[in-house]
Every structure is written in C-alpha cells, then in structure tokens.
C-alpha cells in the first residue's frame, strides 16, 4: 500500500494567515483515507499582509517582484515547518498561492507565490498554480475543494467552507456539483478593521447592530445570486457591486446586516436542496453569530467538526489534489468548475 505524505499551503482571501497541512494519504479498498500529522497557521508579517492585500492595485513589475518574493516566503516558511517538526519523508508540497486577479470570463485568474522558488528553498518536489488550466478550459478555476470532498469526505449530503467566500459542494444525480454562495470573510473583516479588529470575534460586533432593510433587499437582489451554478467571486465583484451599497450606513448595522444576508443566501441554498446533514468549515465557522442566523433558518444538521478540519480542510485538500497531480490523476471537476472535462491540473517544480 502506497502512502503519500504531503505539506498542502493555503492562503486565503480573508488573509489571516498561512495555513500549513501536513498529512498522508493511501486507499483503502479503492478508497482513499487521510490523517492530518501536523498542522498550523502561520501568521503573515504586517509589512507582507499589506503588500498581499493591495497587490490587485501594483505595478506589472512589482507585481512581479511580489510574486518572487512571496515564493521564497512560503519556501522559508515551509523550511521552518519542517525543521520544527523534524520531517523527514516529504513527498512534495502543494501550494495554492495569493489570488490577486481572478476574471475567468476573460480567461485569466492568477495566484501569486512562484512555486520554484518554494523548491528552490525546500528542495521537495513542489505542485503550485492549480487554477489557470482550468480557466483555459473554459471552467472557473473555482471551486476546486469538491474533489476533497468527493474522496475524502463524502459522508455528508454537502460541505459548506465559510471563509473569504461561502461554498458549497454536493453531489446531484451522482454527480459533483459547487459553487460560491455568497462572500462573507472578505466583507466581514475588512469593515471590523475600523474597530481595530482583523475579524469579529464570535459576530459579537454584528450582535450589536440593527438590520438595515434596504440594505438588505440591495444585496439580495444582486445579479450573481440568480446565476446558476458553476459560478464564483473575486474581489474585483466585491468592490465593484458591494462596498458601494454601503455609503451612510452605521458600521455596526452593515455587520449585522452583512451577516443576515450570507445566513439568508447560505440556508436557501440548504432548503432549495433539502439536505440533511452538512460539513461546516473555514474561520467563518467560528462566528457564533452568523451559524445561529443560519440554523434559525433552515432545518438542516449543521456538523461543526475538529478544530483541525475547521482551519485545515482547504490545506489538507490543496495537499491531496498534489498528490492526485504527482500521479496523474483528475484532481479537478468539470461538474464543479464548468470546465470542458476532468483534468489533472498543477505545474510541477
């Protein structure tokens, strides 16, 4: 029985920091399982935070020094994880990059953090750049998870990830489907920044607020929710349809309506399909606030699991879809991503 083990790197839009996944994978008849061995979240420098989080607006060339320089990072970084834990049989490393543009209408989405010079620093063999294949196919780029969620957790009726972005994976007449529901982290944490807060602890500051009505109806009666699926957001459609809508509000009462519509998008989604059970994970788990707006709305089993699959699931699967891509297997669907077909997807450094 082969067992593969691999560091999966993941960086999300909300930007609170680096996740890091070490875990081995093997299949049992004809099934694969996983156990994570080690995990942590890095938290980003504040100089590099900055430069992530305003590289949508650089400069070619200094988007470019970017990239570079943020590859040795993550190759630094990775040297320390496996220093610190005295690893000594890594297979490869998986990483997902810092989405600066993603515009798969015009063909193009771009993760930054050049995955040679992860290889350059680490010296294991390094899988990076998983998105622009299947742009080029005529997919999304995104989501890319459901193929973690078809081998590995296939035991619930969908799995929900609530960070920068809400979504969702399940399967319909045996076949995968995902989509982004709604954005969530990536508004939520940017106006908490004024409270000089990186995230609302608990939703305790949306606790606060009033629900704004028209507020409210604006952001649900937003074009992108009446798309069907594959579908998925950037940041470019945050500030070009959301923050706008916010002008003369109180902040209190925009978190608070904020958090009302990602329950409102979340649990239609849930009750359109009926589903009984599903997995909860990403940081927006955590918002005690926004879970209980869900719940008050649908009658779906909300499974909230171990901390590890709550702030690791996207690293272990970015980890898993290396491996699956060492071996040429499909580690994207088209059914999820509206790609042309199946594919296997990554460029190996």
């Known amino acids: 029985m082969k067992v593969y083990k691999a560091i999966g790197l993941m960086s999300g839009t909300s930007l609170d920091g680096l996740d890091i996944c070490f875990a081995k994978f093997w299949k049992e008849n004809s099934c694969w399982k996983f156990e994570i061995l080690k995990a942590e979240t890095v938290v980003y420098p504040k100089k590099l935070e900055e430069e992530l989080r305003n590289s949508i ?22 040297n320390d994880f496996i220093k610190k834990n005295q690893l000594t049989d890594v297979d490869l490393v998986a990483s997902h990059g810092h989405t600066v543009f ?18 350059i620093q680490t010296q294991v063999p390094v899988i990076y750049d998983f998105r622009s294949q299947d742009v080029l196919l005529g997919g999304n ?3 890319l998870v459901p193929i973690g969620d078809e081998h590995l957790f296939s035991d619930y009726d969908a799995c929900l990830n609530l960070g920068g972005f809400s979504n969702i994976s399940f399967k319909i007449n045996e076949e995968r489907i995902a989509f982004d529901i709604a954005p969530v982290n990536i508004i ?5 920044q004024e409270f000089g807060k990186n995230y609302d602890e608990n939703g305790d500051l949306a606790r606060k607020g009033n629900i704004n009505v028209q507020l409210l109806e604006q952001l649900n009666s937003l074009d992108f929710y009446a798309l069907s699926h594959p579908k998925s957001l950037g940041i470019e459609w ?6 706008s809508l916010f002008s003369g509000i109180e902040s209190l009462d925009i978190l608070a309506t904020f958090t009302e519509h990602a329950a409102e998008q979340i649990s239609k989604i849930f ?3 009926q589903f009984k059970k599903v997995l909860f994970t990403g940081g927006g788990t955590y918002n005690k606030y926004l879970i209980e707006k869900i719940r008050n709305k649908t009658s779906t089993e909300i499974i909230i699991p171990e901390k590890q ?5 996207e690293a272990l699967i ?11 297997e499909t580690n994207i669907l088209a059914s999820a991503t509206g790609s042309s077909h199946n594919h296997s997807s990554g460029i190996i450094a």
Not at 188 to 192: D, I, R, Y
Not at 238 to 243: G, K, Q, S, W
Request: glycine share 8%; aromatic share 10%; hydrophobic share 40%.
């Open 318 to 328: 970015f980890a898993f879809m290396g491996v699956l891509r060492l071996n040429n």
């Open 271 to 273: 009750n359109i399909h």
């Open 188 to 192: 939520l944490n940017k106006l908490v």
């Open 102 to 119: 993603h515009q798969p209408h015009r063909k193009f989405t771009l993760q930054i953090g050049d995955g040679r010079a992860i290889k």
């Open 141 to 143: 780029g995104a989501p």
């Open 309 to 313: 699959i709550i702030d690791f699931k």
């Open 238 to 243: 945050c500030n070009e349809n959301i923050f």
């Open 57 to 78: 607006h650089l400069s070619t060339q200094d988007l470019l020094a970017l990239n570079s320089e943020y590859g040795f990072y993550l190759g630094q970084i990775t």
